[in-house]
């Protein structure tokens, strides 16, 4: 069984070899690496700073695709899909880090049952040492394995789209995508997942196999993400791919996971282009009106609102980093690649 690890790429020299790293010393090798370059062409330097960190590892297993203009994200990782030949579509960012037999894991859980579609994890979140995570989306089952679909309920459902946000560590069977990646940017590696999981099952892992990196994130930097409603991209990829009858009971579950996501709402006031905080708070109330009955929803749109944004991005850096770190559950995560700390 072939992995075809897409990894997308923009300005990213600096990160990259990392990623590469923790690909190369995982102990399932049957792979391809293909890796779309979203630096702008007329910013050689950007290019070829990324090429230099590539050509350092074995190039039988890697393709290198130069796109001939900035695509974006989305586009960027819809090319990628589009050229890979492997059975499992294996997505990873330029700045995260796999745990050591990921893949292995990852390749166990497809070959356990020929209708397990797709393959999920919990994973967590640091900021400049990996050995201090600051956040994250826990096992569904921290003993065992677990093998979950639609027929499994709510439960299993808001877990499953509460892990599939990141898109390192998440893989897709190739032969089972019916629903293609899409443009925008916050679903686009969502719509095939959860077209999949309508017709097939997902194991959802029980082991850390990826940690995300914040401080690199483009979420922090490129405020323009987010000039599309990032709740209304996913009410569309919910009512796109859940459409009709048969599916209407998983459409309001998923109206239910994204509508109540107020966390989401810091994120828009410390990174967002002005306007969209208020855009986005309108839209909850409208698109689920229990909001206007729930006091976290007023707590949240009052407080992000109110609170100046160079003020909440100190309090929330601070607050991950020492409160509710504290609070998170053991986490055992051994990296595959040979340094910790990329950033």
């Not at 745990?99 to 999920?120: I, L, M, P, Q």
């Not at 998440?170 to 997942?193: N, W």
């Not at 709402?265 to 009955?293: D, H, M, S, T």
């Amino acid at each position: 069984m072939k992995f075809s690890i897409c990894l997308p790429t923009y300005k990213g020299a600096h990160v990259i070899g990392m990623a590469l790293d923790c690909i190369f010393n995982q102990d399932y090798q049957n792979f391809e690496i293909l890796i779309g370059d979203d630096n702008p062409p007329d910013v050689q330097e950007y290019r070829q700073a990324t090429l230099d960190v590539v050509r350092r590892f074995d190039q039988s297993h890697i393709r290198y695709i130069a796109n001939k203009r900035n695509l974006g994200y989305a586009l960027n990782l819809k090319n990628l899909v589009a050229q890979a030949s492997g059975d499992i579509i294996y997505l990873f960012a330029q700045d995260d880090i796999l745990a050591k037999g990921a893949f292995r894991k990852t390749y166990e859980a497809f070959v356990s049952d020929f209708d397990v579609g797709v393959v999920t994890r919990p994973y967590f979140w640091f900021m400049e040492d990996i050995r201090r995570p600051v956040r994250a989306v826990t096992p569904y089952n921290a003993e065992r394995d677990t093998v979950l679909s639609l027929k499994d309920g709510k439960q299993a459902f808001l877990k499953i789209f509460e892990s599939v946000g990141q898109l390192s560590g998440l893989a897709y069977r190739r032969a089972y995508l019916e629903v293609p990646f899409h443009e925008d940017t916050f679903p686009a590696h969502i719509y095939p997942f959860a077209g999949i999981l309508r017709r097939y099952k997902c194991v959802f892992l029980k082991d850390y196999v990826v940690a995300i990196g914040i401080k690199e994130s483009q979420t922090r930097f490129v405020s323009g993400i987010y000039d599309r409603s990032p709740t209304q991209s996913w009410l569309d990829m919910y009512d796109t791919v859940f459409v009709g009858p048969k599916y209407a009971e998983a459409r309001q579950w998923g109206h239910e996971h994204i509508c109540t996501n107020f966390m989401g709402l810091v994120q828009l006031r410390n990174y967002a282009r002005p306007g969209v905080l208020e855009r986005e708070i309108v839209l909850l109330a409208r698109r689920w009106p229990k909001n206007l009955f729930d006091p976290q929803y007023w707590f949240f749109a009052l407080g992000t609102l109110l609170t100046p944004r160079i003020l909440l991005r100190h309090l929330v850096d601070h607050y991950k980093s020492t409160i509710h770190a504290k609070g998170l559950p053991p986490i055992f995560f051994e990296p595959a690649a040979t340094l910790c700390n990329p950033q």
